[in-house]
């Protein structure tokens, strides 16, 4: 009896819609519902993120929704949230209008407001409709104002708006998922789990075996589930968190490279440009003087 073909995993995008590992420097991305869908026929196929949140406001047209094993049909005004690893897919109305705000996972974690389980809370996806005049437009409005502007204290602007509208999506209840089938749910649920403990330990350079440990399973089946779903090995995930920190603070901060360094947890600075060189093919002056 022929064994039956696998089914295809679906597609996993970083920032932007864009095939690759590094998400934006700032983490934070912005743009209309029409910018993207309209150049799809306003369908985007089912897909996941790796390290990305998003954040979708429907002002007008209808949206039909996959999400987390559903199918939802929504009508202006709705909302939607997606968290990382979550399956997800849309086909609007055409000339529908709304806006979608992408985060990084690691930005949204190094905002304020831990307390309560915010950001634990939202590890669950979220959809339905909006009462008219709700605060998440207002908001919204504010944050496109800033994110498309130049005036002082831009950054901590955007992350006081990024964080209100996180605790705001917050209040709606969470979807029900579908039974996930197995052993895809599993490794959706492993995949979120490493990489919280990622976020939690990477300036320690853990070993594989501890941050597998929590998750109850060897660094083998760990292995196995980032080159099948991230497309890369579970100690690339761990490097191009590494990685993209060290871009931030060298484009964002005036620190020495051996600050940088030692603050990233690496025993000395020449080790510390040696691994990014390899990762970029560029020392971290280099690449700073260039960004």
Not at 13 to 19: A, D, P, T, V
Not at 215 to 222: A, P, R
Request: glycine share 8%; net charge positive.
């Amino acid at each position: 009896m022929p064994r039956p073909k696998p089914v295809p995993s679906p597609p996993l995008y970083e920032l932007y819609g864009e095939m690759g590992r590094d998400a934006a420097l700032d983490g934070l991305h912005m743009e209309s519902i029409a910018d993207r869908s309209r150049l799809h026929n306003w369908e985007i196929q089912p897909h996941r993120h790796a390290t990305l949140v998003q954040l979708l406001l429907i002002e007008a047209g209808q949206a039909r929704v996959q999400i987390d094993g559903q199918l939802l049909a929504l009508q202006a005004p709705a909302v939607v949230w997606v968290p990382m690893l979550v399956v997800h897919g849309f086909a609007f109305s055409p000339e529908t209008a709304g806006h979608v705000v992408t985060l990084d996972q690691a930005r949204l974690r190094s905002l304020p407001g831990k307390a309560g389980g915010l950001w634990e809370g939202l590890a669950a996806a979220r959809a339905g409709s909006l009462p008219p005049g709700h605060a998440l437009f207002s908001l919204m409005r504010a944050l496109q104002g800033d994110y498309a502007g130049t005036l002082p204290w831009r950054s901590q602007v955007l992350d006081g708006a990024v964080l209100m509208a996180a605790a705001l999506v917050a209040r709606f209840p969470p979807l029900a998922a579908e039974p996930a089938a197995e052993p895809e749910g599993r490794a959706m649920q492993h995949l979120a789990r490493y990489r919280e403990q990622v976020e939690r330990h990477y300036r320690n350079h853990p070993t594989l075996d501890t941050l597998a440990a929590p998750l109850g399973i060897t660094t083998t089946q760990l292995n196995r589930l980032c080159r099948q779903h991230l497309r890369c090995s579970a100690l690339d995930v761990l490097h191009q968190r590494l990685l993209l920190e060290a871009k931030r603070e060298l484009g964002y901060t005036t620190l020495q490279v051996r600050q940088i360094a030692d603050g990233l947890g690496f025993a000395d600075a020449a080790y510390f440009t040696r691994f990014f060189q390899r990762l970029t093919g560029q020392s971290p002056s280099a690449w700073r003087l260039q960004r």
